[in-house]
T-cell receptor, first 115, second 114 residues
Framework: GENVEQHPSTLSVQEGDSAVIKCTYSDSASNYFPWYKQELGKRPQLIIDIRSNVGEKKDQRIAVTLNKTAKHFSLHITETQPEDSAVYFCAASPHGSSNTGKLIFGQGTTLQVKP | DSGVTQTPKHLITATGQRVTLRCSPRSGDLSVYWYQQSLDQGLQFLIQYYNGEERAKGNILERFSAQQFPDLHSELNLSSLELGDSALYFC?????????????FGSGTRLTVV
């Protein structure tokens, strides 16, 4: 079935260090991979996304890489700041015969950036 | 402000009761998605509507139902509530029914069943 696994579940880094979160998806026909940041009690907010025809995308301190062969994608945050502390979710859009824009989410990674 | 409006923000109710959550999509969006987020969990897809019609169903319990009205707002009805139904319920909207690119979430309804 459709599944997205996300690791690690928690990540603690020192301010200025890099953070990497990894996700693996099961549906090889998935073609869209967004990342969301969620602060406590707030709505998930899209921070970066990537299509399956692109291997890497960067936006300032945030980058996402996609390996279609291995069916995994990763979020990279460089020069982390305390305000980066939040829960991060990866997601995949199953496609193939699917007729829907639903997203399958990973379980989330709680990132703590220590000043 | 994402443009997706959810009401109420908070809801406290007793087991066995029925509640209705409301979502108004972003202007121009025809598709509405409902997600459930239990404590310390990821978001679970419940159901999608597009232009008034059910488009896709996830792991939605039989006690839950939804609909989308002609003005495109959607309601999620939860009945015979159990303690385990306590969660954040989010809706999201998009223009296209098959493409989640750019869709954004509302602020959610926090449901507490006591």
């Amino acid at each position: 079935g459709e599944n997205v696994e996300q690791h690690p579940s928690t990540l603690s880094v020192q301010e200025g260090d890099s953070a990497v979160i990894k996700c693996t998806y099961s549906d090889s026909a998935s073609n869209y991979f967004p990342w969301y940041k969620q602060e406590l009690g707030k709505r998930p907010q899209l921070i970066i996304d990537i299509r399956s025809n692109v291997g890497e995308k960067k936006d300032q301190r945030i980058a996402v890489t996609l390996n279609k062969t291995a069916k995994h994608f990763s979020l990279h945050i460089t020069e982390t700041q305390p305000e980066d502390s939040a829960v991060y979710f990866c997601a995949a859009s199953p496609h193939g015969s699917s007729n829907t824009g639903k997203l399958i989410f990973g379980q989330g990674t709680t990132l703590q950036v220590k000043p | 402000d994402s443009g997706v409006t959810q009401t109420p923000k908070h809801l406290i109710t007793a087991t066995g009761q029925r509640v209705t959550l409301r979502c108004s999509p972003r202007s121009g969006d025809l598709s509405v998605y409902w997600y459930q987020q239990s404590l310390d969990q990821g978001l679970q897809f419940l159901i999608q509507y597009y232009n008034g019609e059910e488009r896709a169903k996830g792991n939605i319990l039989e006690r839950f139902s939804a609909q989308q009205f002609p003005d495109l707002h959607s309601e999620l009805n939860l009945s015979s509530l159990e303690l385990g139904d306590s969660a954040l319920y989010f809706c999201a909207s998009s223009v296209e029914p098959r493409d989640p690119v750019g869709y954004t979430f509302g602020s959610g309804t926090r449901l507490t069943v006591v």
